[in-house]
């Protein structure tokens, strides 16, 4: 008889809200999906825009490189889901974001 998945609450970061790790492994022990991405729209400011941009095309380089390694190197290809996950989360933001653009440069 299978027992159900564990469900053991945990402090996350700083304490202020509680997670769970009962979906952190399938039933023969394989790691859980990750979460589907966000679809609301945020707010980012051009310089915000352009630090994930940068971000985004040294991912894309960087999965390029591990494109190039063996095929049977076991942590390029845990590497490699990480940084496709990785794109797929900066490039759904900067299609979603809305970009504030300052005309001058802020007082503080």
């Excluded at 564990?6 to 979460?35: C, K, L, V």
């Amino acid at each position: 008889m299978e027992r159900p998945a564990q469900h053991t609450p945990t402090r996350a970061g700083n304490g202020d809200s509680i997670g769970t790790h009962a979906f952190t492994r399938g039933s023969e022990g394989a790691a859980a999906a990750p979460p589907p991405l966000r679809t609301e729209r945020g707010y980012m400011t051009a310089a915000g825009a352009d630090r994930l941009r940068q971000r985004l095309q040294e991912l894309i380089e960087r999965r390029a490189r591990l494109l190039d390694r063996d095929e049977a190197d076991l942590h390029s290809g845990a590497e490699l889901a990480t940084v496709e996950r990785e794109i797929a989360q900066a490039s759904g933001v900067l299609q979603r974001a809305i970009v504030i653009r300052h005309d001058a440069p802020p007082l503080d």
